[in-house]
């Protein structure tokens, strides 16, 4: 029986070798089956362990995402539930709204162990699986991460982000599913 990472490894060299990701791959020197190894190695230092789990619909994923970052295309989601335990967690606390946008952000990068060069966290996007519909994914508990990636762990301005939620690497997914769910800028 093959193992998660085996799966989510034969998965990615089925995408990385279709033809338009192919010609991509090829001007730069690449094959499927390197990429799929860079691929899952980022995940491995993403998720503390990995679990296959096929989830049917209704279901609502969330993901943060920067100016820079695709939405549409990104892998990493989270259970929506993780957005309302914060947001109920502040409810009571009276914050200008820029300040409550400013704490569910730094809230999200602290429990998704996001650093701040991958990911400025300006908005969050929906994936809604209908219902009837299932889709795919492996499932771990994120690892904590430095603040700073590009900074030596040692420098004072650095500190490590806690990480633990459940976050979920989606391979493939349908993008009519994905849509804008919240602006988290000011």
């Known amino acids: 029986m093959k193992s998660a990472w085996d799966e989510i490894e034969q998965t990615l060299i089925g995408l990385y070798?279709?033809?338009?990701?192919?010609?991509q791959l090829k001007s730069k020197g690449e094959?499927?089956?390197?990429?799929?190894?860079?691929k899952v190695s980022e995940i491995r230092s993403g998720l503390a362990s990995v679990a296959r789990e096929d989830f049917s619909g209704?279901?609502?994923?969330?993901?943060?995402?920067?100016p820079t970052n695709r939405a549409y295309s990104g892998e990493w989601w989270f259970d929506a539930k993780l957005l309302d335990t914060i947001e109920a967690a502040y409810s009571r606390i009276y914050f200008s709204s820029a300040d409550r946008k400013r704490v569910v952000r730094d809230m999200l990068r602290e429990s998704l162990a996001v650093a701040?060069?991958?990911n400025k966290i300006s908005e969050i996007w929906a994936l809604e699986i209908p219902t009837g519909q299932a889709i795919r994914g492996y499932l771990g508990p994120g690892n904590?991460?430095?603040?700073?990636?590009?900074?030596?762990?040692?420098?004072?301005?650095?500190r490590l982000l806690a990480g633990g939620v459940?976050?979920?690497?989606?391979?493939?997914k349908n993008?009519?599913?994905v849509k804008h769910y919240q602006n988290l800028m000011p």
């Open 31 to 38: 094959t499927p089956q390197s990429e799929a190894r860079k």
């Open 166 to 172: 459940r976050q979920i690497f989606f391979p493939v």
């Open 144 to 158: 904590p991460q430095q603040l700073f990636a590009n900074l030596h762990f040692s420098d004072k301005r650095n």
């Open 17 to 23: 070798s279709l033809p338009h990701n192919l010609i």
């Open 116 to 118: 701040t060069e991958w």
């Open 58 to 66: 209704p279901m609502l994923f969330l993901r943060v995402v920067g």
């Open 175 to 177: 993008p009519l599913w």
